[in-house]
């Protein structure tokens, strides 16, 4: 029933802010529009279409506004006017009071404000959907910055979802594409993000460990986390004092090299996702910032970590794969590696896929990014993909989105941005330390301690072995041959490499002695 409710309320806010007038304004349906206007009566529709819209997804709850903030970033996909709108939503949400702040701190912490910090702005810097940040000082006299939870967002994104959850079963069983979208681990996925945004000390961590991740980039500040100062729904932070990066024309007058900025951006991306797997995934431009500070001028200021992605070392080097075999516009290897993955079935013709990849990829190459847009290449891959019966990943549903962000920032920067030819040598490097010595050594180095234990107990467990009984006995041996197949892939490994390095000094050696004509 409260299913139900929560469907007719979202119907009838998208009737009251005249959301529907964006659909039918291209078409006349007389008899539908008055139905409207009886259901939605009084509503309004003075106001321009932009401000309702970013008015309706405010009041729909967090889940819409997320929604907002993601569709802000493509302006080459939106009218200037719903585009300027909806950037509202990124950090200028309409903020609660700041005595229910008050509250939220007190009541967390147990003792009066004036205890807990020597300061304490109550006009808030920011607000968002999840959350609102207020600035303070501690005792100790440094600057921090306070982010108090939203009050009631619980049971309101539990409806939300609830509904979603429900709507991708119906998706699932009733659309043709239902089990190739995946829809209900789509919305899985989503409820975890959204759950993990409501714990502030998760938010906290993911901060930590990202400002662990990028110590050594220099290209990108994280806030320390003032960890004395943080409970699950206040968190304090060092205060980040920076210019937002969608002021580019600030940026420009201060001295910021404006298209290093874009290329830095790429960067931190791709670091983040592929060497470390771990990525900050709400990179809309109310979270990212740009230092003036002289000594880290020009620096990225990342903020709000609600949302981070995470990837595996198969998921990293499936993409590592399929972005260099695009860069370097190997279709044929793009379609082997669908193919080999179990993305399509396993009688799809690899040419087949490798022509309908090509015609999609191939009119975006070497241009840059305000004469393409990865939008519409997504989309024509979708089309194709569902041609196909291709499985989406519902892991990389949140790099998706980042992507997104990600070339949406870049367009605003630095129209002539190639993000291709500035993704291909990173990712050319990363290919190469995962399959070379480097990497090779720090498996060996990883895996020692478990080898170091193993090796000395080999006898015991093998006497234990022979005593067991025949049934038992069958198990534990295929579990003994599992582990000796992976000691003779390591130890191969070893051989092949000193081989290969003896063969080089050898070789240079042989060269060293070749007359030189």
Request: proline letters at 5%.
């Amino acid at each position: 029933m409260k299913r139900l409710f929560r469907g007719i309320f979202i119907l009838w806010t998208v009737l009251r802010y005249g959301l529907d007038e964006l659909v039918l304004s291209s078409f006349e349906r007389p008899g539908l529009r008055l139905l409207t206007r009886i259901v939605s009566l009084g509503r309004d529709l003075r106001q321009p279409k932009g401000v309702r819209l970013r008015l309706a997804l405010e009041s729909l709850g967090p889940i819409f506004v997320k929604f907002g903030q993601v569709l802000s970033t493509r302006r080459d996909l939106l009218p200037a006017e719903i585009a300027d709108q909806l950037a509202l939503l990124q950090d200028r949400v309409q903020p609660f009071d700041s005595s229910v702040a008050v509250a939220i701190i007190e009541r967390a912490f147990g003792r009066p404000l004036d205890q807990i910090f020597a300061t304490f702005e109550r006009q808030p810097v920011a607000s968002a959907s999840i959350a609102q940040v207020h600035f303070a000082t501690l005792p100790q006299g440094r600057e921090v910055a306070v982010k108090v939870l939203r009050p009631g967002m619980l049971g309101l994104i539990e409806k939300d979802l609830a509904l979603m959850h429900m709507m991708a079963g119906w998706v699932e069983r009733l659309s043709a594409d239902g089990k190739r979208l995946k829809p209900r681990e789509v919305v899985a996925e989503f409820d975890t993000y959204l759950h993990d945004e409501l714990d502030l000390l998760r938010e906290a961590a993911n901060a930590a460990q990202l400002r662990r991740n990028m110590q050594g980039l220099d290209l990108v500040m994280i806030p320390e986390i003032v960890w004395d100062y943080c409970m699950p729904d206040v968190m304090v932070m060092e205060r980040m004092k920076g210019v937002p990066i969608n002021q580019v024309q600030r940026l420009r007058d201060a001295g910021v090299d404006i298209k290093k900025l874009a290329r830095d951006g790429v960067t931190i991306f791709f670091t983040q996702v592929f060497r470390d797997g771990f990525f900050h995934a709400d990179m809309h431009p109310g979270n990212i910032q740009v230092s003036l500070a002289p000594e880290t001028f020009g620096r990225y200021i990342s903020l709000d970590f609600g949302i981070v992605g995470t990837l595996n070392e198969v998921d990293k080097e499936y993409l590592a794969q399929n972005f260099t075999a695009f860069f370097r516009r190997d279709y044929k290897r793009v379609a082997e590696l669908h193919i080999e993955s179990g993305w399509v079935p396993a009688a799809t013709r690899a040419d087949e896929l490798e022509s309908a990849i090509r015609a999609v990829c191939e009119p975006y190459f070497d241009r840059p990014l305000k004469e393409i847009s990865l939008g519409l290449v997504l989309m024509r891959l979708f089309q194709t993909s569902r041609r196909f019966q291709v499985e989406i990943q519902p892991q990389l549903v949140l790099l998706q989105k980042t992507l997104l962000n990600i070339e949406g920032l870049g367009r605003d920067l630095d129209p002539e941005l190639d993000l291709w030819s500035t993704a291909k040598p990173f990712l050319e490097t990363w290919m190469l330390e995962q399959v070379g010595p480097a990497k090779l050594w720090a498996q060996l180095k990883a895996e020692a301690p478990l080898y170091a234990k193993l090796l000395p107990a080999l006898p015991r467990v093998l006497h234990q072995f022979l005593s067991q009984p025949p049934v038992r006995k069958q198990r534990d041996l295929e579990l003994l041959i599992a582990e000796q197949r992976r000691t003779n892939r390591l130890l191969q490994a070893i051989v092949y490499s000193g081989l290969g390095f003896l063969l080089g000094l050898l070789a240079m050696e042989w060269l060293g002695h070749m007359p030189l004509g």
